[in-house]
């Protein structure tokens, strides 16, 4: 087994052998099965043994932020501290069902409640619903507020503004919330054009949809003038807080003149992102939008703690409360680190990223002259075009010196784009590690190109086929052995 490809269980099945037992039968009859039941499922036959060594050997294959940096954009792929998964762990939180009346689950209610509480101090925003289980379900559930707003003043605009440089799945939420996406342009500092916007806005505008800092790592400097050019049509400014670590603790979205701001809990405070979740996407909104918040809301009254559902509530987002566990931690990380601490965060975060540029100009061209925030995007197009070395060729060979592939080719709007974010957890050491990497790649680059547009080299699997993973994707043994399912 060792480097080479590791067998599906199917392959590693034996008849007989059991990764369980259960005691001697001790009652004389038994009802008689249906025939399906009494048939026994073609499982694989593992021992225990077995079955944990092959998964032990699957997860040291992959790549995590527990075992090296992973500095990948927009993403904020960062170490968090293990006392958060301790706290999650409590069997009184984790053995909670979701059900519990609200007279049975009072701490569960005072751990939403006191990270609700955190939450609106830290974006600056009236009350915040923990419902929506992901980023991209926050933004549908603040797209869902606004056009309740709207239905609420009698009117209905169905446009909303979102910048070239925004993250693809704003466009997205805005279709699946009944609004059509209208794309404003950066200006040669890669912030929204203010010209354009003011060209763009009228009174079919519902609202915009803002990351800051952006998706170049830029802060948009004139977003208290974007937010007043939106407000004076009585369309609401969205806050997309996936770039949150960046300005946590220094400067609230509720400050800048957003309505409704919607934070990764995955990403942000405490549980790492990716692998496919479980995520929590918590939307916070100001006092004139609470009354749409999706419900119930956890509120603990005089006679006790309650659920309480808003006045003109857009419904259901997720069943029960979204996912508790994530919000514990987050809750956890947040008092762990307190309001100095966490502005810390913001302030690592930032200074890694500026070091980490400066590092990487001019071998990887920065192609806006203004101060990044906690990420940056780099391009090699000058690379590229002086040894056919790509952006993804770049990513890959990164992966044979021990780090994470950084986001490629995004945003659209920089040729061979390299988004990198090194996050406020990795260490000068580490800083300069990276750098020399990216650096090493480029000059090898030179001299043998052919070496970095093969690579990795020392991965378990080399290049794949990125389409057909996407469009042909096997997802069980069925497939991968030709049997049918």
Same mark, same amino acid.
């Given at each position: 087994?060792?480097? =080479?490809? *590791?067998?599906?269980?199917?392959?590693?099945?034996?008849?007989?052998?059991?990764?369980?037992?259960?005691?001697?039968?001790? #009652?004389?009859?038994?009802?008689?099965?249906?025939?399906?039941?009494?048939?026994?499922?073609? &499982?694989?036959?593992?021992?225990?043994?077995?079955?944990?060594?092959?998964?032990?050997?699957?997860?040291?294959?992959?790549?995590?932020?527990?075992?090296?940096?992973?500095?990948?954009?927009?993403?904020?792929? +960062?170490?968090?501290?293990?006392?958060?998964?301790?706290?999650?762990?409590?069997?009184?939180?984790?053995?909670?069902?979701?059900?519990?009346?609200?007279?049975?689950?009072?701490?569960?209610?005072?751990?939403?409640?006191?990270?609700?509480?955190?939450?609106?101090?830290?974006?600056?925003?009236?009350?915040?619903?923990?419902?929506?289980?992901?980023?991209?379900?926050?933004?549908?559930?603040? &797209?869902?507020?606004?056009?309740?707003?709207?239905?609420?003043?009698?009117?209905?605009?169905?446009?909303?503004?979102?910048?070239?440089?925004?993250?693809?799945?704003?466009?997205?939420?805005?279709?699946?919330?009944?609004? +059509?996406?209208?794309?404003?342009?950066?200006?040669?500092?890669?912030?929204?054009?203010?010209?354009?916007?003011?060209?763009? #806005?009228?009174?079919?505008?519902?609202?915009?949809?803002?990351?800051?800092?952006?998706?170049?790592?830029?802060?948009?400097?004139?977003?208290?003038?974007?937010?007043?050019?939106?407000?004076?049509?009585?369309?609401?400014?969205?806050?997309?807080?996936?770039?949150?670590?960046?300005?946590?603790?220094?400067?609230?979205?509720?400050?800048?003149?957003?309505?409704?701001?919607?934070?990764?809990?995955?990403?942000?405070?405490?549980?790492?992102?990716?692998?496919?979740?479980?995520?929590?996407?918590? #939307?916070? #909104?100001?006092?004139?939008?609470?009354?749409?918040?999706? =419900?119930?809301?956890?509120?603990?009254?005089?006679?006790?703690?309650?659920?309480?559902?808003?006045?003109?509530?857009?419904?259901?987002?997720?069943?029960?409360?979204?996912?508790?566990?994530?919000?514990?931690?987050?809750?956890?990380?947040?008092?762990?680190?307190? =309001?100095?601490?966490?502005?810390?965060?913001?302030?690592?975060?930032?200074?890694?990223?500026?070091?980490?540029?400066?590092?990487?100009?001019?071998?990887?061209?920065?192609?806006?002259?203004?101060?990044?925030?906690?990420?940056?995007?780099?391009?090699?197009?000058?690379? +590229?075009?002086?040894?056919?070395?790509?952006?993804?060729?770049?990513?890959?060979?990164?992966?044979?010196?021990?780090?994470?592939?950084?986001?490629?080719?995004?945003?659209?709007?920089?040729? *061979?784009?390299?988004?990198?974010?090194?996050?406020?957890?990795?260490?000068?050491?580490?800083? *300069?590690?990276?750098?020399?990497?990216?650096?090493?790649?480029?000059?090898?680059?030179?001299?043998?190109?052919?070496?970095?547009? @093969?690579?990795?080299?020392?991965?378990?699997?080399?290049?794949?086929?990125?389409?057909? @993973?996407?469009?042909?994707?096997?997802?069980?043994?069925?497939? &991968?052995?030709?049997?049918?399912?």
């Amino acid at each position: 087994m060792g480097g =080479g490809a *590791e067998p599906h269980l199917g392959e590693l099945s034996a008849p007989g052998r059991r990764a369980w037992s259960l005691p001697d039968l001790d #009652v004389d009859e038994m009802p008689e099965l249906p025939e399906l039941a009494s048939t026994p499922p073609a &499982l694989p036959e593992l021992a225990e043994r077995d079955l944990v060594a092959h998964f032990s050997r699957l997860a040291h294959r992959n790549f995590a932020v527990d075992l090296g940096a992973y500095p990948l954009g927009s993403c904020t792929m +960062k170490y968090n501290p293990k006392v958060c998964d301790w706290a999650a762990e409590h069997p009184g939180f984790r053995d909670l069902h979701p059900a519990t009346p609200a007279r049975h689950a009072a701490g569960a209610l005072e751990v939403l409640l006191r990270a609700e509480e955190l939450l609106c101090a830290l974006t600056g925003m009236a009350r915040a619903t923990f419902q929506p289980p992901a980023g991209a379900s926050g933004e549908l559930t603040g &797209l869902l507020i606004t056009r309740a707003y709207h239905d609420a003043t009698g009117r209905s605009p169905r446009t909303i503004l979102i910048p070239d440089s925004a993250h693809g799945t704003n466009p997205a939420s805005v279709t699946l919330a009944g609004f +059509k996406a209208r794309q404003v342009p950066s200006d040669a500092r890669g912030m929204v054009d203010l010209e354009a916007l003011r060209s763009a #806005v009228d009174e079919d505008t519902a609202g915009l949809m803002l990351t800051n800092p952006n998706t170049l790592g830029l802060f948009e400097q004139d977003v208290v003038e974007i937010a007043s050019i939106v407000h004076a049509v009585d369309g609401l400014v969205y806050y997309d807080g996936a770039n949150l670590n960046a300005i946590l603790g220094v400067v609230r979205p509720g400050d800048m003149g957003f309505d409704i701001v919607h934070s990764n809990l995955h990403k942000t405070f405490a549980t790492p992102h990716g692998g496919g979740g479980p995520g929590a996407g918590p #939307v916070a #909104v100001v006092d004139r939008l609470v009354r749409f918040l999706p =419900g119930p809301l956890p509120e603990m009254g005089d006679s006790g703690p309650r659920w309480v559902m808003p006045s003109d509530s857009i419904g259901r987002i997720h069943g029960q409360h979204g996912n508790f566990l994530v919000v514990l931690r987050a809750l956890c990380y947040m008092l762990a680190l307190g =309001g100095a601490g966490m502005r810390r965060v913001a302030e690592r975060s930032v200074l890694n990223a500026r070091y980490l540029a400066r590092l990487l100009d001019p071998i990887y061209q920065i192609p806006y002259d203004a101060p990044c925030m906690h990420e940056f995007v780099a391009s090699a197009a000058a690379l +590229k075009r002086a040894t056919g070395v790509r952006a993804m060729d770049v990513a890959k060979a990164l992966l044979d010196r021990g780090f994470h592939a950084p986001t490629v080719y995004f945003p659209l709007i920089v040729e *061979e784009a390299l988004m990198i974010e090194p996050t406020e957890t990795e260490s000068r050491e580490t800083v *300069e590690a990276i750098a020399a990497a990216f650096n090493e790649i480029a000059e090898i680059a030179r001299s043998e190109p052919g070496r970095m547009t @093969a690579a990795p080299h020392l991965t378990p699997v080399s290049r794949l086929d990125d389409a057909a @993973a996407a469009r042909r994707p096997v997802l069980t043994w069925h497939d &991968l052995a030709g049997e049918p399912t």
